[in-house]
């Protein structure tokens, strides 16, 4: 472990998946094609939604902001991944670490908020539609879309802020991908319980109070669904939030799935778990924003209709 005079730590190793080399060889070569998908289909989709004047809507604004959400959140974390699968054990400095793991909380958080903004949107087209262009006008979705950014990037910055003050001076092995601040905080040799409580009332803004608006935003949706008569009209009402409904499954599932699990108490059972928890924390990271764009395309009728017109253009124009 590398250290100053004066003790302070310098610099991480990641482990990843360094004791299983024919692993890491396969997972560099499926997060480096997921990798691609995202930049791609992503920005794909806010190049439609740009350049077509149909989509500019406030549904349309949010889903955007979530395309470009996650290509700034892989962006953040996923060359890092691929640089640990070629080496045996990577070695990060500090700064480094904690620039990663601001970027990557501050996306992830943002992503949780912006997911509870979708969410009202939906109940306000669904529940009102005939006064949803008097209430969300762009005076309303643009700051709702620029709270979430703000309060992502807040949130990141007094997390982080106070891991870095945290000392680290016996082991600098981290059992993951990235640096995750989790994983980070169990390398603390002091108190964490302030960390914990930040981290507590983190994850109630960020995780819990989105989880409820979008919960109670969709029990009205579906209760106004089912009021309407005739079964097109039900169909109708539901393709218009089922992708956003998709993508929080998904979203939410993984998040619960990576933290509700019960700790074994051996340290091999341990060991098993931080590499379990690191695929699964891939697979939050790289297959999420990898799904985004091809639930919201392929449930989109709307967007299958702007990519082949932007589609006919270019080739039209290579004529």
Not at 65 to 74: A, E, G, P, Q, R
Not at 81 to 105: A, Y
Not at 195 to 214: C, H, Q, R, T
Request: proline share 4%.
């Amino acid at each position: 472990m590398e250290r100053t005079n004066d003790s302070t730590l310098t610099e991480f190793v990641l482990v990843g998946l360094s004791a299983h080399p024919k692993l890491q060889t396969v997972f560099f070569v499926l997060v480096l094609l997921m990798y691609q998908m995202i930049l791609l289909g992503n920005g794909v989709l806010i190049s439609v939604i740009i350049f077509d004047s149909h989509l500019h809507t406030p549904m349309y604004f949010f889903l955007c902001n979530l395309s470009f959400l996650d290509i700034c959140y892989t962006s953040s974390s996923v060359p890092l991944i691929l640089d640990n699968f070629l080496t045996v054990r990577k070695r990060v400095s500090f700064s480094g670490c904690m620039v990663q793991m601001f970027l990557s909380f501050a996306m992830g958080a943002t992503e949780c908020v912006l997911l509870g903004m979708m969410a009202l949107d939906r109940y306000v087209a669904i529940c009102y539609p005939l006064r949803y262009p008097v209430i969300m006008t762009k005076n309303t979705y643009v700051p709702m879309a620029a709270g979430s950014w703000v309060i992502g990037l807040v949130d990141s910055v007094v997390q982080t802020s106070l891991t870095m003050q945290l000392p680290f001076c016996a082991n600098n092995v981290i059992n993951h991908f990235v640096c995750e601040i989790l994983a980070i905080l169990k390398l603390a040799c002091a108190d964490i319980s302030i960390n914990v409580i930040s981290m507590a009332g983190s994850n109630l803004i960020v995780l819990v109070i989105p989880l409820l608006v979008i919960s109670i935003s969709y029990i009205f949706i579906v209760t106004t669904i089912l009021r309407i008569p005739s079964t097109e009209g039900k169909c109708k009402a539901f393709s218009t939030c089922s992708a956003h409904l998709t993508v929080v499954i998904i979203f939410y599932g993984t998040i619960f799935f990576m933290y509700a699990k019960p700790k074994p108490k051996s340290s091999v059972g341990a060991d098993n778990q931080d590499i379990i928890e690191a695929l699964i924390s891939l697979f939050y990271g790289v297959m999420t924003p990898m799904l985004n764009p091809l639930i919201y395309s392929l449930r989109n009728k709307d967007v299958k209709a702007a990519v082949k017109n932007m589609l006919g253009r270019r080739n039209a124009d290579g004529i």
